[in-house]
C-alpha cells in the first residue's frame, strides 16, 4: 500500500474512531486529534526514515515505510494498541525493556522440548528466535504487541508482521504485512465497537444485495461477502452466513450455534424473531447429542450464565419440550406438514423403533465441571448399558462350530442403521419437493435451518444437497 492509499484509510479510520469514541469509557482524546480529526501525526519526512533505517540497519518494507510517510507515528490503532512508533522510536525488540518477551518464550520453547516427542511439523515457527531478531513497531497496548520479521520477506519486500497478546492465548500470529495487520485492527474496532459511518452502511448494502443474491440461488460470491461482512461486526451476516453454512455442512455445522447464540457478544440474534423457531431448536439439539469439546454445550452454558430473561426463555421452551404431544415446527402449515408427513412414515418403520443405546447413554450421562490446563472444561461420564444376550458361533480348535451368548447392547440397533439410512436417502427427493412450499419468517430467513434439529432430516441433508436447496430460487416467497 503506497502512501496515497494510507491517507483516505487513516482519514477515514480518524474519522470513525473520533466519532464512536466514548470519554467515559476510553478517557479524554488528546486535544490535536480533536482539533484535527486525526490519530496521526506529522508525516516523517525522507530524511526522517532514512536515518531510522541508517540506525537499524535495514531497508524498512514498503508498506510501513510508506505508513510513516503519512504519519510519523499512530494513536489507537484498534481497541488494544493505544501508540505505534515513529521513524526515532523503532527499536529492534531485543534492545527494548520489552527483550522479556524473549525469555518468556525461550522458557516455553525449553518447557515444549522437556515434554513428549511430537512429530515436527515444518509451520511451526520458532517464536523466540522471531522474536529475537523482530522489530518493535507498538509502544503502549493492553499487552498486546506488533512485531516485523526483517528475515522473513515475501516478493514484494513486505516483512511478515505478527500480533502478540498475552491474554489471547494464540501466541504470535502471522500476517503478510504491517499493512495487513494494520487492516485486522480496524476490522477489530468495527466489529468491537460498531461505529457509524461510510464503513457500515456500506457493508450494510453489501449484506442486503448478498441476501438477495443467496435467495436467487447463488452462493459461492454472497458467502464471501457475508464472511467479510461478518469480521466488521455486521450481526446480520452473521445470521445469514450461519444459515448457509449450516445448510452448506449438514449437521457437522451446528457446533457453530454457540458463535451465534452469544448473548454476550449478540445479544441482538438471540431477541430476533428467528431466535425461537429456527436457531433454539438448534440449541437444545447439540446439547442432546453433546458431541462437543470437553462436553460444553451453548444450553448448558446459556442456563448457567446466561441473563434472566434468557435462562426463563429456555426454562419455557423446554418445558414445552418435555409435553406429550410436543412436536417440532418446521416453518408454515404447508411446509410443516409436508416435513412432518416424511418424518412419520420414517417412524413407522420397524427400523426406527429399535431402541437406540447411544441416546440412552447421552441421557444419563453425568457432567462434571473441571480444570483442564487452567481452562474450563467439562468431565463426561457415559454409563455402562445393560447387555443384551447374543447368539454368536465361531469355529473352534477342531473346526467344529461352537455356539455361544455374547453380550452386545448394541449390536441390534447397529444392525438397523443401514437400512435406517437406505429409508433417508430415499426419502430425499421428496424432502426436496417440499422445499418449494417453504416461505420464510423474515426477510433475514433465507434457509429451513430448523431441519438439522431432527436427526434423520440431519442425516438426509448432505453438503451436497444442502447446496442443492440453497441453489434453488426462494425469491418468490
Known amino acids: 500500500m503506497n502512501r496515497e492509499q494510507w491517507r483516505p484509510f487513516l482519514r477515514q479510520w480518524s474519522e470513525e474512531w473520533i466519532d464512536s469514541h466514548d470519554p467515559e469509557k476510553d478517557g ?13 501525526f506529522a508525516p516523517a519526512s525522507e530524511e526522517e526514515i532514512a536515518a531510522a533505517e541508517a540506525r537499524l540497519g535495514r531497508t524498512l518494507p514498503p508498506s510501513l515505510r510508506e505508513f510513516l510517510a503519512v504519519t510519523n507515528g499512530w494513536r489507537d490503532a484498534g481497541c488494544f494498541l493505544y501508540r505505534l512508533a515513529g521513524t526515532a522510536e523503532l527499536e529492534w ?42 522489530l518493535l513497531v507498538s509502544l503502549e497496548g493492553d499487552a498486546a504487541d506488533v ?4 528475515e522473513d520477506v515475501n516478493e514484494r519486500g513486505e516483512w511478515t508482521a505478527y500480533w502478540l497478546a498475552s491474554w489471547s492465548g494464540e501466541g504470535l500470529e502471522p500476517y503478510e504485512s504491517f499493512y495487513e495487520l494494520m487492516y485486522d485492527q480496524y476490522k477489530s474496532f468495527h466489529a468491537l465497537r460498531q461505529p457509524e459511518g461510510e464503513t457500515k452502511d456500506r457493508w450494510d448494502t453489501k449484506v442486503e444485495e448478498a441476501r438477495l443474491a443467496v435467495l436467487g440461488g447463488e452462493i459461492e ?30 449437521g457437522e455445522q451446528q457446533a457453530e450455534i454457540s458463535r451465534v447464540v452469544d448473548y454476550a457478544h449478540h445479544p441482538d440474534i438471540l431477541q430476533h424473531v428467528l431466535f425461537v423457531p429456527e436457531l433454539l431448536p438448534l440449541v437444545f439439539e447439540e446439547d442432546r447429542t453433546r458431541d462437543l469439546p470437553h462436553g460444553w454445550s451453548t444450553l448448558r452454558f446459556s442456563k448457567e450464565n446466561g441473563p ?9 421452551h423446554e418445558a414445552r419440550r418435555a409435553a406429550p404431544d410436543f412436536r417440532l415446527s418446521f416453518g408454515n402449515p404447508e411446509f410443516d406438514a409436508a416435513v412432518h408427513h416424511i418424518l412419520d412414515r420414517l417412524a413407522a418403520d420397524p427400523a426406527f423403533q429399535v431402541p437406540d443405546p447411544y441416546e440412552q447413554q447421552r441421557q444419563n450421562a453425568t457432567y462434571e465441571e473441571v480444570w483442564v490446563d487452567g481452562q474450563p472444561a467439562m468431565r463426561v461420564t457415559m454409563p455402562t448399558l445393560t447387555a443384551s444376550a447374543v447368539l ?14 455374547a453380550h452386545d447392547p448394541f449390536g ?21 419437493e417440499a422445499i418449494r412450499l417453504w416461505r420464510p419468517l423474515h426477510e433475514d430467513h433465507i434457509a429451513p435451518v430448523v431441519l438439522f434439529a431432527d436427526p434423520a432430516l440431519a442425516e438426509m441433508i448432505t453438503e451436497e444437497r444442502g447446496r442443492e436447496i440453497l441453489s434453488m430460487c426462494r425469491s418468490g416467497g
Open 221 to 250: 460470491g454472497p458467502l464471501k461477502v457475508l464472511d467479510d461482512a461478518e469480521e466488521f461486526g455486521n450481526e446480520r451476516a452473521l445470521l445469514l452466513r450461519f444459515q448457509m453454512l449450516t445448510m452448506l455442512g449438514g
Open 412 to 432: 441390534a440397533y447397529d444392525r438397523t442403521r443401514e437400512r435406517q439410512q437406505q429409508l433417508i436417502d430415499e426419502a430425499w427427493p421428496e424432502l426436496k
Open 28 to 40: 479524554e482524546l488528546d486535544e490535536a486529534v480533536v482539533r484535527d480529526r486525526w490519530l496521526g
Open 308 to 316: 434472566e430473561w434468557l435462562q426463563s426463555l429456555l426454562a419455557d
Open 147 to 150: 512485531f516485523l520479521d526483517p
Open 392 to 405: 454368536m458361533s465361531e469355529e473352534s480348535e477342531d473346526g467344529v462350530p461352537t455356539d455361544f451368548e
Open 93 to 134: 525488540l531485543a534492545d527494548t525493556d520489552r527483550s522479556y518477551l524473549i525469555e518468556i518464550y525461550d522458557e516455553l520453547a525449553e518447557d515444549n522440548a522437556d515434554g513428549e516427542e511430537e512429530e515436527e511439523d515444518p509451520d511451526v515457527i520458532n517464536e523466540a528466535e522471531v522474536l529475537r531478531r523482530s
